[in-house]
């Protein structure tokens, strides 16, 4: 049967970057883990072995640290633009180019100098270039937050399957997992999103509003998170989040004559439910993927 070639890209995966700006003797850390994706005529490479369009990885790996060192490192976002914009502009057969980013956080600990690495969220960043328009999605996994109590569960649908209790009174825990999509496209940099202050701002209403939903469902709460932020952040039109449910259950503590009145629970690493959804601004068209 005849084949043909569908869409391709190439790139080089998970550059470990840290820039240290020196303020004196205070210093200030990015520590950034940046994939690089190109694409574009790059038919010849796969069909007759060609490589006259190809940029080799190496090369996109060391433009990451030469532009850590030319540019610095204002934001993720902001490294990213640079990094897409030179792919797509230098090379003409590379028409699309798309840099993610993971960025590891670290805090000060008493001198200006000596740091700790921060064990709450990843952020992560996204941006992606085809030579007109731009798409970046930020965000951020591993956030885990709890609720003790404020959250029932009940009224759902039974069959001769279900053996869950309904409770009015539970423990709610989740892993926040949140992409958010930017409205900027026309690379007006002047224009653009304060990334860093979009993203502190993001994650504060993403966790005051977990903190301030009473909660029937976990559903309900990841519609009031993501319907905040797009209210909230007028740059935002689409935010997804994957919520799973860190399920704590009451241990049965009758064999020993002791009652649990909500006080020890299981926690439950896996099986577990997973909460996915996103929330849209009035007239947006969903454009973060569900899966990658």
Request: a negative charge.
């Amino acid at each position: 049967m005849p084949t043909y070639l569908g869409p391709n890209q190439y790139g080089k995966a998970e550059n470990r970057v840290v820039r240290i700006t020196r303020d004196g003797a205070t210093h200030h850390i990015k520590d950034l883990n940046v994939s690089v994706a190109l694409s574009g005529d790059m038919e010849e490479v796969h069909l007759s072995g060609s490589n006259a369009n190809v940029l080799t990885t190496d090369a996109t790996k060391n433009t990451v640290y030469a532009f850590a060192k030319e540019y610095g490192i204002e934001s993720a976002e902001a490294f990213g633009i640079h990094l897409a914009r030179h792919f797509v502009t230098s090379q003409e057969p590379i028409r699309r180019a798309r840099i993610r980013i993971e960025e590891y956080a670290w805090e000060r600990i008493t001198q200006a100098h000596s740091f700790v690495r921060k064990g709450q969220e990843t952020r992560i960043s996204e941006i992606t270039y085809d030579g007109e328009s731009w798409q970046v999605i930020s965000g951020l996994t591993g956030l885990v937050v709890m609720n003790s109590t404020d959250s029932e569960f009940w009224g759902y649908v039974r069959d001769r399957y279900t053996t869950l209790k309904e409770t009015q009174d539970r423990i709610l825990a989740t892993e926040v997992n949140a992409r958010w999509r930017f409205n900027w496209t026309d690379g007006d940099e002047a224009g653009a999103p304060q990334w860093e202050q979009s993203y502190d701002e993001v994650r504060r209403h993403l966790l005051e509003a977990f903190a301030g939903t009473y909660s029937l469902s976990l559903q309900q709460t990841l519609y009031a998170m993501g319907s905040r932020v797009v209210d909230s952040r007028p740059e935002i039109d689409e935010i997804r989040l994957s919520l799973p449910n860190k399920h704590h259950f009451l241990v049965d503590l009758a064999p020993f004559d002791l009652k649990n009145d909500n006080e020890v629970y299981f926690a439950a690493d896996r099986p577990y439910g997973l909460i996915e959804g996103t929330v849209l601004r009035d007239g947006a068209e969903a454009r973060i993927p569900v899966t990658d």
